[in-house]
């Protein structure tokens, strides 16, 4: 089926860094989002993108979190900087229009020390 | 309000017994169900979607859903579960442009 890549799967960064997290959607998909995901269960929205503009944030989705995806490269995710409490794994899911099915990457692990 | 509800935390069955992970839902429109599988250390693969028609949808490994919407649920089954269905399976909705999701039933299959 239709893959969503993610880069990196995994980085260790010291509190205070900025971390930028890429992911490359499905090439015809419009519409692209980040999901937290903590305790390996509980799948918390970040925020979702269209059209190079943030169309709904949740209040995980912070001052220092940014998002962009410049001239149709990757859909990135920018912390900084960061926090204890932003290790989680991330996942970038996209779809072809606001209604129809989500695709989602492998997740990037972040933690952070 | 919209939200989606996963009762059961964690499920464990026997490998060979039949399989059902409950959902239920809270949508005023006409929603867009989902169930997604996630295998440890991976992402979402989706399993199967309910758009409209036939209430009773089939996925992928054998996997079904029963939309209902007298009951408002969206239960996943299986007839007979292999140890590798091991893994946590979210119930998702989708009302327009926003997602909600359930928090996830843990499926433990013991050999």
């Known amino acids: 089926g239709p893959k969503v890549l993610q880069i990196p799967s995994h980085q260790i960064i010291d509190m205070g860094q900025m971390v930028t997290l890429n992911c490359d959607p499905v090439?015809?998909?419009?519409?692209f989002y980040w999901y937290k995901q903590i305790l390996g269960q509980q799948m918390e929205f970040l925020v979702n993108?269209?059209?190079?503009?943030?169309?709904?944030k949740s209040k995980l989705f912070k001052d220092q979190f940014s998002v962009e995806r410049p001239d149709g490269s990757y859909f990135t995710l920018k912390i900084q900087p960061t926090a204890l409490e932003d290790s989680a794994v991330y996942f970038c899911?996209?779809?072809?229009?606001?209604?129809?099915?989500?695709?989602f990457g492998e997740g990037s692990r972040l933690i952070v020390v | 309000a919209q939200s989606v509800t996963q009762p059961d935390a964690r499920v464990t069955v026997s490998e060979g017994a039949s399989l059902q992970l409950r959902c239920k839902y809270s949508?005023?429109?006409?929603?867009?169900l989902f169930w997604y599988v996630q295998y440890p250390r991976q992402g979402l693969q989706l399993l199967l979607k309910?758009?409209?028609?036939?209430?009773v949808v089939q996925g992928v490994n054998g996997f079904e859903a029963e939309f209902s919407k007298s009951n408002s649920s969206f239960h996943l089954r299986k007839a007979s579960v292999h140890w590798s269905d091991s893994a946590v399976y979210f119930c998702?909705?989708?009302?327009?442009?926003?997602?909600?999701f359930g928090d996830g039933t843990q499926l433990v299959v013991k050999p």
């Open positions: 949508y005023s429109g006409t929603p867009y």
């Open positions: 090439s015809n998909h419009l519409y």
């Open positions: 998702v909705l989708r009302g327009g442009d926003r997602i909600f």
């Open positions: 899911a996209s779809s072809v229009t606001g209604g129809n099915t989500l695709y």
């Open positions: 309910y758009y409209s028609g036939d209430p």
């Open positions: 993108f269209y059209n190079g503009k943030v169309m709904e």
